[in-house]
């Protein structure tokens, strides 16, 4: 899943962290579920650019394809520093874009 404001919704509760598009029109258009995960089935969270270079955030689940939430400025550092403070472990080294 690769997403960006204002189709997104990256929400934080608790343990739980939920990634999805809204409206639901879209998500149905494109077919996709939202991702909702706890910590222990995260492999890490990391900054990278998306294409054009836009800044975004990297999900890696356990063997799975990361999923991305594009930001339309660079506060990755804000949210990146939320999503540790709730136990979900985070790598602050911008990695590559992929969807392998």
Not at 20 to 43: H, K, N, S
Not at 83 to 96: L, N, Q, S, T, Y
Request: net charge positive; hydrophobic share 45%.
């Amino acid at each position: 899943m690769t997403t960006s404001f204002p189709l997104a919704v990256l929400e934080i509760d608790g343990p739980s962290l939920s990634l999805r598009i809204r409206p639901r029109m879209m998500a149905r258009l494109f077919d996709t579920q939202t991702l909702t995960v706890a910590p222990a089935e995260v492999d890490v969270v990391f900054p990278c650019r998306a294409r054009l270079r836009w800044p975004a955030i990297g999900i890696r689940c356990h063997g799975q394809p990361p999923s991305y939430l594009v930001t339309m400025n660079d506060d990755r550092s804000t949210v990146l520093s939320l999503i540790a403070a709730a136990g979900f472990p985070v790598e602050w080294k911008e990695r590559r874009f992929s969807y392998a």
